[in-house]
């Protein structure tokens, strides 16, 4: 069978993502309300989800994209986080909010965060819309979260399925 004829079962809709999106995206913008944020997006899951986020932060904000590797086309990550694309931002000025679609092993995050750190940003934190800490395999916990969720393989909103599915407007797990 294709995985495009397999069953699916949607774990957030659309509405229940937008709806938190907004709720995060009034949260950062009053914390951040004095300061010079500056977005990174993790791509290439992270950019549907910052792109919605962005906007419904109602403060001035620059938005920048980094990409890094550690799944591959697997379901697991490989334990090692390869910069592909890095800052070319002095981020000294800037208060840095790294946003991811999710962490679970919580390599990549920490590996980003501890990079990004080392270039003295004046403050530094995390976003992920889904945070899986049962996967958990270093000591992490983001500072903003949309969901907590089961150990599922999830696809949609930005998390693919090989190469396919970031398009999807919801989140999704197959069913077997």
């Known amino acids: 069978m294709s995985i495009e004829n397999k069953r699916r079962e949607v774990l957030f809709s659309k509405e229940q993502i937008s709806s938190r999106v907004v709720e995060l ?4 913008a009053e914390v951040y ?20 986020l962005v906007r419904a932060i109602d403060i001035p904000v620059r938005i920048e994209f980094m990409t890094t590797s550690s799944y591959g086309h697997s379901e697991e990550s490989s334990g090692n986080v390869k910069v592909v694309q890095d ?7 800037y208060d840095v909010l ?7 092993s919580g390599i990549t995050m920490k590996a980003v965060l501890e990079h ?9 934190k995390s ?5 899986k800490p049962s996967r958990r395999k270093v000591e ?5 979260v949309g969901y907590t969720i089961p150990d599922k393989f999830i696809v949609g909103y930005g998390l693919n399925y090989g190469d396919y599915f970031r398009n999807i ?8």
Do not use: R
């Open 25 to 28: 995206g009034a949260e950062i």
């Open 87 to 93: 800052l070319d931002v002095d981020l000294s000025g």
């Open 98 to 104: 790294v946003v991811d679609d999710i962490t679970d």
């Open 116 to 124: 990004l750190g080392n270039k003295n940003p004046k403050s530094i």
């Open 140 to 144: 992490l916990e983001a500072d903003y």
């Open 33 to 52: 309300k004095e300061k010079n944020l500056l977005v990174v997006s993790l791509l290439k899951g992270s950019f549907i989800f910052t792109a919605d």
């Open 127 to 131: 976003c992920v819309l889904l945070d």
């Open 169 to 176: 407007d919801h989140i999704f797990a197959f069913v077997d």
